[in-house]
Nanobody, 119 residues
Framework: QVQLVESGGGLVQAGGSLRLSCAAS????????MGWFRQAPGKEREFVAA????????DYADSVKDRSTISRDNAKNTVYLEMNSLKPEDTAVYYC????????????WGQGTQVTVSS
């Protein structure tokens, strides 16, 4: 069982930056593949970024690829998502997720953190 708690969301002006954090419980965090997703009002949840358990392989949605960085600190049981050059369309609730397999569905989800980008 893994519990995930996101933080770092808030209100930011367009063009600004944010770093989201996701703290995980459990001693096996380093074995989990992690992902970030987001859901905007009236829209379906969408993939943002993912990182393998070792941190050596990352993946990004095209919409954030050139201005985002996902990273992890296994010693701190934390995964991060840094986003730059934020746009109003980045406004959403951002969720952290974990899975044992590098592919397929995610097994655990956090409660989410709100990111609002003002124009």
């Amino acid at each position: 069982q893994v519990q995930l708690v996101e933080s770092g969301g808030g209100l930011v002006q367009a063009g600004g930056s944010l770093r989201l954090s996701c703290a995980a419980s459990g001693r096996t965090f380093s074995t989990y593949n992690m992902g970030w997703f987001r859901q905007a009002p009236g829209k379906e949840r969408e993939f943002v970024a993912a990182i393998r358990w070792s941190g050596g392989i990352t993946d990004y949605a095209d919409s954030v690829k050139d201005r985002s960085t996902i990273s992890r600190d296994n010693a701190k049981n934390t995964v991060y998502l840094e986003m730059n050059s934020l746009k109003p369309e980045d406004t959403a609730v951002y969720y952290c997720a974990a899975r044992m397999s590098p592919i397929g569905k995610y097994d655990y989800w956090g409660q989410g953190t709100q990111v609002t980008v003002s124009s």
